[in-house]
């Protein structure tokens, strides 16, 4: 909105009249603040003359206190003369001339009110102190004097008398009263301060001209100091006043000096000196004293007269401007405008040649006025070719024709399908096309984005397949889970459960359920138990062993179970679960319920233990009565045979009672042995020596050595060279060498027994060991026997505290090594499992 040229001129003159007011305001207030700092100023600069002058005129209230307490006890005279010179020495020369002392008549001295001892420098500056009586140095009588009575009476509080000159210097008095130990006066002593200082400090502090005057008056409101010293007394005597120093003027004489000689106003301050009753006066004529204020008042006039000035031209330059400068912004702004559509335009056709779907232009009569390169790559049309065709002609895409018959007069409607066009080789290219309505250059202009989704339709089957594969797979898993005949128990990385299979609920009921956070409470109330022991700590669990990073294998767990009336034996194992960065996430663990196992195992001891039990007196029977025929008188050789076979099977079922009997104590941990020293060499000799005698099909050896001493059960040793012996005839039908040797070791000696039999397979020589296992059962070598053999020989080794081993090649024979060692072990690790 354009303002007319008198409302402007109006606003300016308004403006100005404010600007002058607020002007104005402005100089008052800042006149106020520069007079007040200019008084500041003048006052601190007497303060900072006082803080000079301070030192000089009170150090002597430092000194004639410290006099006043050290010569107050004194009553020699001599010894009085030496503490004053004493203290002059030690004060400053600069400062301090001289020290006084006069005593009241009654003060008991020596000499009475004649002694009146003056310590005094010797010279201007010398370092020399001379002591002379005052009342011949300083004539006059003290004791009229009005100072004196001052000081008598003022009892410790000083008294500053006037200046007076002594030896063409000025100097002034501190006076104290010198009280006894009851607080009576008994004197006055008085320190004469050297003040020619004080004057060069006044005089330095004075500035030439006379515009600002700094001067000190004492006490009494004499003048002490003064810049205008000679003047002031050349005109105090054309007034008539008979004076000589500048002492004899008053404060009142300075005034009306400055009144009636100097030109222009002044103003003055004054700052007492500490205590003392001195005082610093400074004049200053306020032409300097305010000359900052001159300054600024002129500044704020010449401020105004450009400003209204500037006020004045302005309507008529802004008149003769304000027509050009609207051409020149029409002018630019139609430039700008040229240029950011031109710039709009250049954006609009990259992003059409670089966009990665294809753009298709249809105006309002449904002909295509643009297409872009990605349309030309994926519908294999060219521009040329495309542009100016009818757009549902070209891509015969039944989608298009709702979408090209609508309303037009929407702008900026905008939809979102998927459907499939034609190329023009044919072949249908599967899209999602998008599609807005826009307005350029008065008309409407509908837009298609197509994007080719043959990819992503793929990938999505893809996807769909995975998916129904993994829920497949997710189902079979559940269902395997569900019906494990293990349990199954699955927690966080905190110990709370978060999965339990069907087993897991039977086998655990409420101690099993998802979502709980197992306790010590829950283990002591259903007395789980791990390897046989009350579990104390929860950490011992398989599954929070887990957590810590551990592998469990096969622990064994127990607890009773009220639904089934027995108590549940549980095998389980444990892993920790890992995310992709090795971060234990939680825990897996898996028990197999093996109750009926360890029950069927405990029922097989039993079985062994009361069966050879029940055997051994039966056979005990049959062997006696046998044995006693054979001792009785002659019978028929057939009867005689008869015997020897009872004999013998009599025998036999004595071995096998006796190993099952062997069985029995393994198991139960009652195995016993009678230890003693004993050459093995000698015990294996002669057992082979034993075997031989049997058996005259194999060739038997023992390696010829010397004696080897070793602690054992010569019975139980003896029992495992006989089973050796025995497996290494029996599994070689066709005879051949059996051999044993003994290989001295550091700690321990080894016996191998070695044979050319038919040799172990070697699937099956992991299990030789262990209760009941016969190596070569249901095959053409099977020989018998319970099995028991090599597992009650590998118990015995281990319980003199040796190992046992076997290496074996089939068809080529095997042999059996056992290791005994030379002292006994005392210390037992426990039976061997």
């Not at 004197?187 to 330095?204: K, R």
């Not at 010397?706 to 290494?728: F, H």
């Amino acid at each position: 909105m354009k303002l007319p040229f008198k409302s402007l001129v109006s606003l300016l003159l308004l403006l100005g009249v404010v600007f002058t007011a607020g002007l104005v305001a402005f100089y008052s207030m800042t006149r106020q603040r520069l007079e007040d700092e200019a008084l500041l100023r003048q006052l601190l600069r007497a303060k900072e003359i006082a803080y000079q002058l301070k030192p000089g005129i009170s150090y002597t209230r430092h000194v004639a206190e410290s006099a006043a307490a050290v010569v107050a006890p004194v009553r020699d005279a001599a010894e009085l003369e030496r503490l004053l010179q004493a203290l002059l020495i030690a004060a400053p020369s600069e400062a301090i001339h001289g020290l006084g002392v006069w005593f009241e008549p009654t003060a008991g001295i020596g000499g009475g009110s004649a002694v009146a001892p003056y310590a005094h420098r010797a010279g201007s500056g010398s370092g020399l102190v001379a002591v002379t009586n005052a009342r011949t140095s300083q004539p006059g009588e003290p004791h009229g004097q009005p100072w004196y009575r001052r000081a008598l009476e003022a009892r410790g509080a000083p008294v500053f008398p006037e200046p007076h000159p002594v030896e063409d210097s000025i100097y002034r008095v501190h006076a104290r009263a010198l009280l006894d130990a009851s607080g009576k006066p008994v004197g006055v002593i008085a320190v004469d301060v050297s003040i020619p200082h004080l004057y060069g400090i006044l005089q330095g502090a004075n500035a030439p001209g006379g515009e600002e005057w700094l001067y000190v008056t004492t006490p009494g409101g004499r003048l002490f100091a003064h810049p205008a010293r000679e003047p002031l007394l050349a005109w105090a005597r054309e007034r008539g006043q008979p004076v000589a120093a500048l002492g004899e003027l008053t404060l009142a004489d300075a005034r009306g000096y400055e009144a009636g000689q100097l030109s222009g106003p002044r103003r003055t301050a004054q700052v007492e000196i500490g205590e003392s009753g001195w005082t610093v006066h400074v004049s200053s004529a306020e032409s300097s004293l305010f000359a900052s204020l001159e300054r600024f008042r002129l500044a704020i006039l010449l401020l105004g007269v450009a400003v209204w000035g500037v006020l004045l031209a302005v309507p008529f330059l802004v008149h003769r401007t304000v027509r050009i400068r609207e051409l020149s912004f029409a002018l630019e702004e139609r430039r700008r405008l040229h240029e950011v559509l031109a710039r709009s335009e250049r954006r609009l056709r990259e992003v059409l040649e670089t966009s990665l779907d294809a753009v298709v232009a249809v105006d309002c009569h449904q002909l295509i006025c643009e297409w872009n390169t990605q349309a030309e790559r994926l519908l294999g049309w060219t521009k040329e070719e495309a542009v100016g065709r009818p757009a549902f002609e070209l891509l015969l895409c039944p989608a298009l024709r709702p979408l090209l018959e609508g309303d037009d007069g929407a702008v900026m409607r905008r939809q979102r399908i998927c459907t499939r066009v034609r190329r023009q080789d044919g072949g249908e290219l599967p899209v999602e096309i998008s599609t807005t309505v826009v307005q350029s250059g008065g008309r409407l202009m509908r837009y298609f984005f197509l994007a080719d989704i043959t990819e992503r339709q793929r990938a999505e089957q893809e996807r769909n397949r995975l998916l129904a594969q993994l829920q497949q797979r997710g189902a079979e898993l559940q269902a395997t889970i569900d019906n494990m005949v293990d349990s199954v128990v699955v927690s966080d990385r905190t110990g709370r459960i978060t999965f339990v299979n069907k087993a897991g609920r039977q086998f655990f009921g409420e101690v099993g359920s998802e979502g709980l956070q197992l306790t010590e409470g829950h283990l002591e109330l259903h007395g789980m138990r791990l390897g046989g022991e009350r579990v104390a700590r929860l950490e011992e669990m398989p599954l929070y062993q887990a957590l810590r990073g551990n592998v469990v294998v096969d622990a064994d767990l127990s607890f009773p179970s009220p639904e089934r009336r027995r108590t549940l034996h549980l095998r389980a194992n444990a892993a920790p679960i890992r995310d992709e960065f090795g971060h234990i996430t939680g825990a897996v663990s898996v028990a197999r319920d093996v109750t009926e196992m360890v029950e069927l195992d405990h029922l097989k001891d039993e079985f062994v233990r009361v069966a050879a039990h029940e055997l051994k007196t039966p056979v005990a029977i049959m062997k006696s009565y046998a044995q006693l025929a054979l001792k009785s008188e002659p019978t028929p050789t057939t009867y005689r045979k008869m015997l020897d076979a009872i004999n013998r099977g009599a025998d036999r079922i004595d071995r096998i009672v006796r190993e099952l009997l062997d069985v029995s104590q393994l198991h139960l941990g009652q195995l016993k042995l009678t230890e003693e020293p004993l050459d093995l060499r000698e015990l294996a000799e002669e057992t082979v020596a034993n075997m031989a005698a049997q058996s005259t099909q194999h060739r038997f050896s023992v390696r010829p050595g010397e004696a080897v001493i070793v602690q054992g059960d010569r019975g139980r040793l003896r029992q495992v060279l006989v089973v050796l012996l025995d497996n290494a005839v029996r599994y070689s039908p066709s005879g051949g060498l059996v051999e044993v040797r003994l290989e001295p070791h550091e700690h321990e000696v080894e016996v191998c027994v070695s044979d050319e039999g038919i040799g172990i397979p070697v699937e099956r020589q992991a299990r030789l060991f262990e209760r009941f296992y016969r190596a070569h059962s249901g095959t053409p070598h099977d020989r018998g026997g319970m099995g028991v053999g090599l597992y009650i020989s590998r118990e015995i080794i281990f319980h003199h505290g040796g190992t046992m081993r076997v290496s074996s090649e089939e068809g080529r024979g095997s042999t059996f090594c056992f290791s005994v060692p030379y002292s006994p072990r005392r210390e037992r690790n426990g039976l061997h499992s």
